[in-house]
T-cell receptor
């Protein structure tokens, strides 16, 4: 069974500073990887996804992530955060045989301070 | 283009009752998935429907069921509610294939008293 671990439950960061959110997955088969963001009282919005090809994936709002197969990681980064980036971020994985079923990590709450 | 809509947004029920939640996907999307979000268990996959057929199912008891109509709208039903069913229920829709981007609705917040 697939599992996803987000190593940090909370990440405080100052405005305009860089941020990295860590995600590790475990799977014995090829996977697809996703990062979603959830703002208060809202559903999830896709930031970026890795299906195949280049291991560096660029997403919306200046976020990017790097797929590292040997370390089974998919860490999310942003070079300079804004107050509006305060939200909860979820890493998710689906296996090629799992259709649209997403397995989510526990989430990382990012608090951007002025 | 209208996004995924879920009704109702908030619901309060008592133990033992049953509840039906509704999800209208984005026009043209044929896949609808349901997820349960709780502080303790996080986001968990319930099931996915595609063209009125359940295509995938998570590890939830049989009290949780769903269906999809010919217009792709989907309903989720929970019978004999338990306190632990209190959660945010999220619906997501996507295009025909797998691994297309899933678009999430705002969720239905269910409270069981």
């Amino acid at each position: 069974a697939q599992s996803v671990t987000q190593l940090d439950s909370q990440v405080p960061v100052f405005e305009e500073a860089p941020v990295e959110l860590r995600c590790n997955y475990s799977s014995s088969v090829s996977v697809y990887l996703f990062w979603y963001v959830q703002y208060p009282n809202q559903g999830l919005q896709l930031l970026l996804k890795y299906l195949s090809g280049s291991t560096l994936v660029k997403g919306i709002n200046g976020f990017e992530a790097e797929f590292n197969k040997s370390q089974t990681s998919f860490h999310l980064r942003k070079p300079s955060v804004h107050i509006s980036d305060t939200a909860e971020y979820f890493c998710a994985v689906s296996g090629k045989a799992a259709g649209n079923k997403l397995t989510f990590g526990g989430g990382t709450r990012v608090l951007v301070k002025p | 283009k209208a996004g995924v809509t879920q009704t109702p947004r908030y619901l309060i029920k008592t133990r033992g009752q049953q509840v039906t939640l509704s999800c209208s996907p984005i026009s043209g999307h044929r896949s609808v998935s349901w997820y349960q979000q709780t502080p303790g268990q996080g986001l968990q996959f319930l099931f996915e429907y595609f063209s009125e057929t359940q295509r995938n199912k998570g590890n939830f008891p049989g009290r949780f069921s769903g269906r999809q109509f010919s217009n792709s709208r989907s309903e989720m039903n929970v019978s004999t509610l338990e306190l632990g069913d209190s959660a945010l229920y999220l619906c997501a829709s996507s295009l025909t294939g797998t691994h297309n981007e899933q678009f999430f609705g705002p969720g239905t917040r269910l409270t069981v008293l």
